[in-house]
């Protein structure tokens, strides 16, 4: 089973700067199975990348996704005061026939 | 637009049952794979099952013998039956569509249920 470790755990930035989250799996994962997620107190999380670099719907173009086999990064080119949020990345395995979340990134004002 | 919205959480005494509902609306329900996710209090997402468009099901390690995901394509409704509750089931259980051939993640979710399992 693959597991997903992210960091840092929390990164504390200001607005307009730019933001670096790391994911990595413990064995490789196909960059077709790799998803990143905004999550937000009291809300529905929502999608941001799949596919490790495919912008969902109606996601800003300051969110990028990069990466390949163990190494994944969520790039937020200049944060904005809503981009403040947990994000988490996700990924598919075929055996077991699992979906796998890592432990997340809390992005906070600094 | 797509819109999920889940119901049935409620508070449930340890070793007690619940069936959590998810109600659609806004896409084709029969041709998509759905999938529940939960997040316990102070912790991160954790898949919990998934079922296809045709009806196989898949479960985590956490929950397998325990819960049941189904769907009911006539009435665009997803369920979770969950048996043995334990305290650790308790938090919000999110419903979501699941895209799963060439990609496999989840592109819309529902508002969340709460699950409280306590005495």
């Known amino acids: 089973e693959i597991v997903l470790t992210q960091s840092p755990a929390t990164l504390s930035l200001s607005p307009g700067e730019r933001a670096t989250l790391s994911c990595r799996a413990s064995q490789s994962v196909s960059s077709s199975y790799l998803a990143w997620y905004q999550h937000k107190p009291g809300q529905a999380p929502r999608l941001l990348i799949y596919?490790?670099?495919s912008r969902a719907t109606g996601i800003p173009d300051r969110f990028s996704g990069s990466g390949s086999g163990t190494d994944f990064t969520l790039t937020i080119s200049r944060l904005e005061p809503e981009d403040f949020a947990v994000y988490y990345c996700q990924q598919y395995g075929n055996s077991p026939r699992i979906f796998t979340f890592g432990p997340g990134t809390k992005v906070d004002i600094k | 637009e797509v819109q999920l919205l889940e119901s049935g959480g409620g508070l449930v005494q340890p070793g007690g049952s619940l069936r959590l509902s998810c109600a659609v609306s806004g896409f084709t329900f029969s041709s998509y794979a759905m999938s529940w996710v939960r997040q316990a209090p102070g912790k991160g997402l954790e898949w919990v099952s998934a079922i296809s468009g045709s009806g196989s099901t898949f479960y985590a390690d956490s929950v397998k013998g325990r819960f049941t995901i189904s769907r009911d394509n006539s009435k665009n409704t997803l369920y979770v039956q969950i048996n043995s509750l334990r305290a650790e089931d308790t938090g919000v259980y999110y419903c979501?569509?699941?895209?799963?051939?060439?990609?496999?993640?989840?592109?819309?979710w529902g508002q969340g249920a709460l699950v409280t399992v306590s005495s």
């Open positions: 596919g490790a670099s």
């Open positions: 979501a569509k699941t895209l799963w051939s060439s990609d496999a993640y989840f592109d819309y």
